[in-house]
C-alpha cells in the first residue's frame, strides 16, 4: 500500500490555540527522545469535516511511558496510567482529553474477545482501526509537522461521505463497530459503503458474539441514544439489525419514525421543565417491545434500566385502563407507582389519544403534589393506624387538588375539620 502524505499545516493552525499548544509540546518532547508522534483518530476526521473535538489521540512508535510522564509534568496535570497497555490518560477542568499510546497492533483470539495487544508500528497501528475516516494521521515532530498520513483513502471517503472499514474481519473482531458505524453515519450524514455495509449485517447475522458481554455492548448503545433519533438511523437499524447482539426483536409493524418523533418532542418538553430524564434508556426503549425481564436478569445494568426497557411489554392492562375518563384521584393513585420514563414510554408508544391525554394531566398537574402531612401528625391527633389514614389522606389529597387546602397548617385543620365530623 502506497503511503500518501498531504500538508495540512494551514488546517492544523485552525485547531484551538490551547490545543496547538499541547500538540507542539508533543512533538517537542519526541523530537528530544527521538520518537515519532502522531495525532490520529477523530479529531482528524473532525477536523477535515471542520468539526471541533475536544479529545485528543496521540499515538507514539515507540515507548510512550516518557512522552506521557514529560507531558503531565508541563502541564502539572494528572495522569492515569495503564500499565498493562503501556496507555495513559491527561483531563483538563475544561474537558479536554488527551489518550497517548504506542502503537499497537490488536489480536483477536475469538469474536467480540478482547484483543491481544503488541507493539508494532504505525501503518499496522492505523490497519487495525475501524472505518478508513478514522485512520488518517497527522505526525507531530517538528521537521514532519502537519503532514497527515493516508494510508486507506480516509480522505476521499470523508468528501464522498462513505463510511468504509479496513477489512473484511473488522466487524467479526469487534462487533461494537457496527455500532460505532451507525453513531457516526447518524451524526455525519455519511452513508455505508456498499460492501461495508454487508459485512456489517454479515457479521451481526452470522457471528458468534456469545462470548462478547452486554456491558460493552450497552455502552456503544449508550452513545449512540445520547444523540436524538433520525432516519437515517432508523434505516441503517433496519438494514443491520444490531439489536440482536443484545438478543432483541424489533417488533414488526411498528411505525419507529413516528414514535421517535414524538419521543424526541417530549424529551424536549420534559427538559424545559426541569424534569432529569436518562434519555439513551428511553431511546432505546423505543426499540424493546418485546423484552422480558427476565431475557436481561444477567445483564450487567441498573435494575432501574432494566425496568424502564422491559416495561412497555407489561404495559398493555395499564393502557387499557388508562384510555378511560379517569378522575384526578383514581389518576394519581393508579400512576404513582410508575418512573417518570415508563410513563414517557406509554406516551409515545401506545398511540391512544385517551391515554396521552390522561398522562398529560397526571405530569403537568398532578405528578409531585405530597401532603404536608403524614401518619406523624394523625397519631399526634389520637388515631390509631388503618384503613381510616388511608381515607383521611384521600380526603386531604383531593382538598389539595381543589386548591382548598395547601399549608401543613390547613392540612391539619382540614382533618380536625373531618373528625369533627365523623363525631358528630
Ligand atoms: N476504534 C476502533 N474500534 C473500536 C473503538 C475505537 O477501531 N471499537 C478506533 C477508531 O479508529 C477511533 C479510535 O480508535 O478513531 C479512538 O476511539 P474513540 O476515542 O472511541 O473514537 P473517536 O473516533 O476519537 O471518537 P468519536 O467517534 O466519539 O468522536
Not at 495540512?8 to 528530544?32: F, H, S
Not at 517538528?142 to 468528501?159: T, V
Not at 445520547?226 to 438478543?247: D, H, Q, S, T, W
Amino acid at each position: 500500500i502506497e503511503e500518501k502524505e498531504l500538508e495540512i499545516r494551514d488546517l492544523m493552525d485552525e485547531l484551538p490555540v490551547k490545543i496547538i499548544k499541547i500538540l507542539k509540546e508533543i512533538g517537542a518532547i519526541a523530537d528530544k527522545s527521538q520518537i515519532r508522534a502522531y495525532l490520529i483518530g477523530g479529531i482528524i476526521r473532525d477536523l477535515l469535516l471542520g468539526k471541533g473535538n475536544n479529545d485528543i489521540d496521540i499515538v507514539v512508535d515507540g515507548n510512550p511511558v516518557e512522552l506521557i510522564k514529560q507531558l503531565s509534568d508541563f502541564f502539572s496535570a494528572k495522569v492515569l496510567y495503564n500499565e498493562q497497555f503501556k496507555t495513559g490518560s491527561i483531563k483538563f477542568a475544561d474537558g479536554l482529553n488527551i489518550d497517548l499510546a504506542g502503537t499497537r497492533r490488536e489480536n483477536y483470539h475469538y469474536p467480540g474477545a478482547l484483543p491481544e495487544v503488541t507493539e508494532t508500528n504505525i501503518f499496522e497501528d492505523l490497519f487495525r482501526r475501524d472505518y478508513t475516516i478514522n485512520a488518517l494521521a497527522v505526525a507531530l515532530n517538528s521537521d514532519k509537522w502537519g503532514r497527515m498520513i493516508d494510508y486507506f483513502g480516509g480522505q476521499k471517503d470523508l468528501a464522498e461521505k462513505k463510511l468504509r472499514a479496513l477489512h473484511r474481519f473488522s466487524f467479526l473482531d469487534d462487533p461494537t463497530r457496527v455500532i460505532r458505524g451507525i453513531r457516526l453515519a447518524s451524526r455525519l450524514k455519511f452513508d455505508f459503503e456498499k460492501e461495508t455495509e454487508d459485512l456489517a449485517r454479515e457479521a451481526v447475522l452470522a457471528g458468534d458474539f456469545s462470548r462478547l458481554t452486554s456491558e460493552r455492548i450497552i455502552k456503544e448503545l449508550e452513545l449512540l441514544f445520547a444523540e436524538k433519533i433520525n432516519r437515517r438511523l432508523l434505516g441503517l437499524i433496519k438494514n443491520i439489525p444490531v439489536f440482536k447482539l443484545l438478543g432483541i426483536e424489533l417488533a414488526e409493524g411498528v411505525d419507529y419514525w413516528q414514535q421517535s418523533t414524538r419521543l424526541e418532542s417530549w424529551l424536549e418538553y420534559l427538559k424545559e421543565k426541569n424534569y432529569n430524564i436518562e434519555e439513551w434508556v428511553l431511546r432505546l426503549a423505543l426499540f424493546t417491545d418485546k423484552l422480558k425481564k427476565k431475557d436481561i436478569v444477567d445483564w450487567n445494568l441498573k435494575e432501574r434500566y432494566k425496568d424502564i426497557l422491559s416495561f412497555y411489554l407489561t404495559a398493555r392492562d395499564l393502557i387499557e385502563t388508562l384510555d378511560n375518563d379517569l378522575d384526578d384521584l383514581r389518576l394519581v393513585d393508579m400512576l404513582n407507582e410508575y418512573k417518570l420514563e415508563e410513563l414517557v414510554i406509554l406516551l409515545v408508544k401506545s398511540g391512544k389519544v385517551m391515554v396521552e391525554k390522561n398522562i398529560r394531566r397526571y405530569i403537568n398537574e398532578l405528578k409531585g403534589i405530597e401532603l404536608a402531612i403524614s401518619g406523624f401528625d394523625l397519631k399526634e391527633l389520637g388515631l390509631n393506624p388503618g384503613p381510616v389514614y388511608k381515607d383521611i389522606f384521600d380526603r386531604v389529597y383531593r382538598a389539595r387538588l381543589k386548591g382548598e387546602v395547601s399549608t401543613h397548617q390547613e392540612e391539619l385543620a382540614y382533618v380536625k375539620e373531618l373528625l369533627k365530623e365523623r363525631m358528630e
